[in-house]
């Protein structure tokens, strides 16, 4: 296939891919996930958190099949200890929570407003027990608590929005104060796509000449309370946990 036409072939593919996603999550919203609320289980939420979980496996595996990405994982046995953690990324591109989720069994995620008004995800993510982000902070945080106890992830990009190529990090410490008014820990996973596509900057049509690909790093678990032992307030606890995770990432993507 000449790269002509393997770049035509993708287009058409990522057209067909955000097509399918949009049209399924309108279908299973009528469909699925109401049948899902009426069947019982002892857990709904965790029920439900492991459906999306296989619906977006198989979405990122109908990609790779379609030749759209490719996506790679390193130190994939790290996510077996990712249970009642912080997972936290950086956010190079549109659909890094759904190559995360694919990988997360029981996860949890903290989404922004417009979803929840969007009608292809706002049933899906209603009933995976998503945190609606915006909320008063203490309800915020209360649903955080809620998702560790019961033993899944969380989710969470503490830049609060995709990367713009160029641009250096810009860490918030939303994710500071949630692990340390949680008392949990980080589990860090660095995503690189190379070439770069579907950032910030970018409409979804606007794909790379080469085929990009997409590698998840797994790391070692941060410890936040070790992190931040020297500070005697937990806004400089914040402040020098969100400095940290900031290095982190600069460190693991070589921006240093």
Same mark, same amino acid.
């Given at each position: 296939m000449s790269k002509q036409v393997g770049y035509y072939w993708r287009l058409v593919m990522t057209a067909f891919s955000f097509f399918s996603f949009g049209a399924l999550g309108v279908l299973f919203s009528i469909t699925l996930f109401p049948l899902l609320y009426i069947l019982p289980s002892k857990d709904k939420t965790a029920r439900n958190q492991l459906v999306v979980?296989?619906?977006?496996?198989? !979405?990122?595996?109908?990609? &790779?099949?379609?030749?759209v990405l490719s996506v790679s994982v390193s130190n994939r046995e790290k996510l077996k200890h990712s249970a009642g953690k912080l997972v936290i990324a950086n956010h190079p591109s549109l659909i890094d929570v759904v190559l995360l989720i694919a990988?997360? /069994?029981?996860?949890?995620?903290?989404?922004? @407003?417009?979803l929840w008004?969007?009608?292809?995800?706002?049933?899906?993510? =209603? #009933?995976a027990g998503y945190i609606k982000n915006g909320?008063? /902070?203490?309800?915020?945080?209360? #649903?955080? @608590?809620r998702s560790f106890a019961k033993g899944a992830s969380l989710i969470i990009f503490p830049e609060g929005t995709r990367t713009t190529p160029g641009e250096d990090l810009n860490m918030q410490r939303g994710a500071a104060n949630i692990a340390l008014r949680c008392a949990v820990d980080f589990l860090p996973v660095t995503i690189r796509v190379s070439p770069t596509t579907l950032t910030k900057s970018e409409p979804w049509y =606007?794909? /790379? #000449?080469?085929? /990009?690909?997409?590698?998840?790093?797994?790391?070692?678990?941060? !410890? #936040? &309370?070790?992190?931040?032992e020297d500070e005697? =307030?937990?806004?400089r606890k914040a402040r020098a946990l969100t400095r940290y995770l900031q290095q982190h990432f600069y460190k693991e993507l070589n921006c240093q």
């Amino acid at each position: 296939m000449s790269k002509q036409v393997g770049y035509y072939w993708r287009l058409v593919m990522t057209a067909f891919s955000f097509f399918s996603f949009g049209a399924l999550g309108v279908l299973f919203s009528i469909t699925l996930f109401p049948l899902l609320y009426i069947l019982p289980s002892k857990d709904k939420t965790a029920r439900n958190q492991l459906v999306v979980h296989f619906i977006f496996k198989s !979405f990122v595996k109908m990609m &790779q099949l379609l030749g759209v990405l490719s996506v790679s994982v390193s130190n994939r046995e790290k996510l077996k200890h990712s249970a009642g953690k912080l997972v936290i990324a950086n956010h190079p591109s549109l659909i890094d929570v759904v190559l995360l989720i694919a990988h997360l /069994p029981e996860t949890s995620c903290i989404v922004k @407003q417009s979803l929840w008004r969007n009608p292809c995800m706002s049933m899906i993510i =209603s #009933a995976a027990g998503y945190i609606k982000n915006g909320a008063e /902070p203490e309800l915020v945080l209360s #649903a955080c @608590q809620r998702s560790f106890a019961k033993g899944a992830s969380l989710i969470i990009f503490p830049e609060g929005t995709r990367t713009t190529p160029g641009e250096d990090l810009n860490m918030q410490r939303g994710a500071a104060n949630i692990a340390l008014r949680c008392a949990v820990d980080f589990l860090p996973v660095t995503i690189r796509v190379s070439p770069t596509t579907l950032t910030k900057s970018e409409p979804w049509y =606007s794909i /790379p #000449a080469q085929k /990009p690909h997409f590698s998840l790093d797994i790391g070692d678990t941060i !410890f #936040a &309370q070790d992190v931040c032992e020297d500070e005697n =307030s937990d806004s400089r606890k914040a402040r020098a946990l969100t400095r940290y995770l900031q290095q982190h990432f600069y460190k693991e993507l070589n921006c240093q």
